[in-house]
């Protein structure tokens, strides 16, 4: 499961689990989405490429809080 980190590790920008608008590399550093393109979309931290991280909807197992 995707460790879905809370802000951006750039700007610190809130990036909610269940909101669009969140980049993550392999490694699941985390961008908003206007870091993610000053960076050319390239992490800063590995140089893997940014994509889009999936939203988390719906009801979360017991014991794997967002």
């Known amino acids: 499961m995707?460790?879905?980190?809370p802000d951006c590790e750039r700007c610190g920008t809130d990036l909610p689990p269940a909101d669009p608008g969140?980049?993550?590399c392999s490694f699941e550093c985390t961008f908003c989405a206007a870091c993610a393109d000053a960076l050319d979309e390239r992490c800063p931290n590995c140089g893997g490429e940014l994509l889009d991280r999936p939203t988390r909807t719906g009801k979360r197992p017991a014991g794997k809080p967002a």
């Not at 995707?2 to 980190?5: A, F, G, N, T, W």
């Open 22 to 24: 969140a980049f993550i």
């Open 2 to 5: 995707l460790e879905m980190r």
